[in-house]
């Protein structure tokens, strides 16, 4: 069965660089969610979209921005990277917002 | 062998046993549950769900238990196997647009 796609799987960025992270959603799902997991940590909600609608916000820095297009795709557009913004970044999706979500294999974002 | 309390990170248990991992939720409007399994450098995997209109869910080799009173879930693990180890996430809809909110990990290890 088709999963979630994140591109790309590693980046290694600068500070101050900006990046770009993109998640594909299973077909039909018409929902996105981006989640932050540092080092150790559990994953951090960041934000979610329904219909290429901004549906929830959560811990996003003002820095990140994100949108989800026509074809349901989302990218996450991180600018003035820091060193602390190192992390997995996961992307999920769910079916006309059912609960369930289904996560990607992440992005692991390193910030030298 | 059983995790207590919100903030062991960690259990260890022989293969065989049957293990409890525990998780204290925050918001009492939060109307469904998830337990996710998540393996080293993959994204969460759904394991099973709880509405918080039960009480217990039972799937195969793992039960998850809700008590609404105290605000506690638990998974308990049946014959646990080596390919059960990983780290275990509760994960609680506060009903806003279905955005997760993760609680922190445990790390399930299995010896042989």
């Known amino acids: 069965a088709a999963g979630v796609i994140q591109s790309p799987r590693h980046l290694i960025k600068e500070k101050r660089e900006t990046a770009t992270l993109k998640c594909y959603p299973i077909p039909r799902h018409d929902t996105v969610y981006w989640y932050q997991q540092g080092p150790g940590q559990d994953p951090q909600f960041l934000i979610s979209?329904?219909?290429?609608?901004?549906?929830d916000k959560g811990s996003i820095p003002d820095r990140f921005s994100a949108q989800q297009f026509s074809d349901y795709h989302s990218e996450l557009n991180m600018s003035s990277l820091e060193l602390g913004d190192s992390a997995l970044y996961f992307c999920a999706s769910s079916f006309r917002g059912e609960a369930q979500q289904y996560f990607g294999p992440g992005t692991r974002l390193t910030v030298l | 062998g059983e995790s207590v309390g919100l903030h062991l990170p960690t259990l260890s248990v022989q293969e065989g046993d049957n293990s409890i991992i525990n998780c204290a939720y925050s918001n009492s409007a939060s109307d469904y549950f998830i337990w996710y399994k998540q393996e080293s450098g993959k994204g969460p995997q759904f394991i099973i769900d709880?509405?918080?209109?039960?009480d217990k869910r039972q799937g195969q080799r793992v039960t998850v238990l809700l008590n609404k009173t105290v605000k506690h879930l638990s998974l308990q693990i049946a014959a646990t196997q080596p390919g059960d180890s990983a780290v275990y996430f509760c994960?609680?809809?506060?009903?806003?647009?279905?955005?997760?909110?993760f609680g922190a990990g445990t790390r399930l290890t299995v010896k042989p």
């Open positions: 979209f329904y219909e290429k609608m901004q549906s």
């Open positions: 994960a609680e809809n506060r009903g806003r647009n279905n955005d997760m909110r």
């Open positions: 709880i509405r918080s209109n039960m």
